[in-house]
């Protein structure tokens, strides 16, 4: 079990002065639940950091505390669940990559409440798209590095693994859902998955026939910088064809969410490499296959922790009238269960579910117990 955890902010780019002599670097990263971590060195001292290109630098509430970090001004942000709140603004007074060759300074970054969002993945914030302006990033998921360089001469890549940035400074562009349905999308490698389709896109695809709903469901409440989403109807959907440039997936699985744009996550990372031209707003997408069948099962429930207690937290058609969101399990095939850590089924989800392909669970509903059979079909 995998509760989606969005933290991404959702904004306009920032220039950002100070950028040392142009030269490449390779930037390790791990994964983490999803994210990706690397490691900077902020301030004279290495920290770790989410590397997200669809969000805008920002630090943990206690990172500033502790470093004294002095309020700049505020700004308006839009998180993930499409939620607006302004924040106070910070300076990052010296960012350098491990390697030393590229050296940010006077870094604006959005102060985030306490606790931090970030606690579950041991990170003091966020590196976003802003710092990245006039520079080529290239993501190789193989390899798990970032290399980052100059963007004076274009990279040498074939212009047909290339779509433009549709908004400038963001990595946001046109794919196409089927034949003749273009949907504008941000690549989010803040987004753990692999597509998650925006509400308003879905009603207008649904009006050409661009996918199947394979489901109706209720819950799926998802975190941003500004708290939690209230539980709501959405839909699950298949698209029998989503084109990223000239590579075709099939199949393609998604669930209607809020974000301000529709995503494409880091999960893309495992069908080929991508580069960022910040400098020329280009994307790059150089896939390891030309066709990538994506069809797969899904669970007829969904589970979070909560307050250490397993509950559900999404239900679908197929268990509608039988569970309720907040349900609670009590027993998983017939043990009962344990107090959960909640990062932990964040970043490794719950054992007794990833043991087996099916469970029964035993549910204590407002009716009395009921007993689920939790199954990918």
């Known amino acids: 079990m995998k509760q989606r955890i969005l933290i991404s902010l959702l904004l306009c780019v920032l220039a950002i002065p100070g950028i040392a002599q142009p030269r490449k670097t390779v930037l390790p990263y791990r994964l983490v639940g999803g994210k990706m971590i690397v490691e900077m060195i902020m301030n004279g001292t290495p920290r770790s950091f989410i590397f997200d290109t669809g969000g805008q630098t920002a630090l943990s509430g206690e990172i500033c505390e502790e470093l004294g970090l002095p309020l700049t001004d505020s700004l308006v942000v839009t998180d993930v669940n499409s939620k607006k709140l302004a924040y106070p603004r910070v300076e990052i007074e010296s960012l350098l990559f491990p390697d030393k060759m590229y050296h940010f300074m006077h870094v604006p ?31 190789d ?14 990279p040498t890549i074939s212009l047909r693994k290339m779509l433009g940035f549709v908004k400038k400074g963001m990595p946001v562009v046109a794919l196409q859902a089927g034949r003749g349905n273009s949907i504008n999308c941000l690549f989010d490698t803040g987004f753990p998955g692999f597509f998650s389709l925006k509400s308003t896109d879905f009603e207008t695809l649904k009006s050409v026939g661009a996918f199947t709903v394979l489901a109706e469901g209720f819950g799926g409440a998802s975190i941003g910088v500004a708290g939690e989403s209230s539980a709501a109807s959405f839909y699950r959907v298949q698209f029998p064809e989503l084109s990223i440039g000239g590579t075709r997936f099939l199949n393609v699985s998604s669930e209607t969410a809020t974000p301000p744009l529709t995503l494409l996550g880091v999960k893309l990372l495992d069908y080929g490499k991508v580069t960022l031209d910040y400098a020329r707003s280009r994307f790059y997408f150089e896939a390891y296959k030309a066709e990538n069948d994506l069809k797969s099962k899904h669970y007829n429930v969904a589970l979070r922790v909560k307050d250490g207690v397993l509950v559900v937290a ?3 058609d197929a268990m509608k009238g039988e569970v309720e969101v907040g349900d609670k399990v009590t027993k998983i095939d017939g043990q009962p269960v344990s107090t959960y850590d909640f990062c932990e089924s964040i970043i490794n989800g719950i054992p007794e579910l990833k043991a087996k392909k099916k469970v029964k669970l035993t549910v204590q509903t407002k009716n009395g117990e009921k007993t689920i059979v939790y199954e990918k079909k």
């Open 109 to 139: 970054a959005i102060k985030l409440p306490t606790p931090s969002p970030f606690a579950c993945f041991q990170t003091d914030g966020l590196i976003g798209s802003d710092i990245l302006k006039g520079m080529i990033v290239e993501l």
């Open 141 to 154: 998921g193989k390899a798990k590095t970032i290399t980052i360089s100059n963007g004076e001469q274009a």
């Open 314 to 316: 999404t239900v679908w």
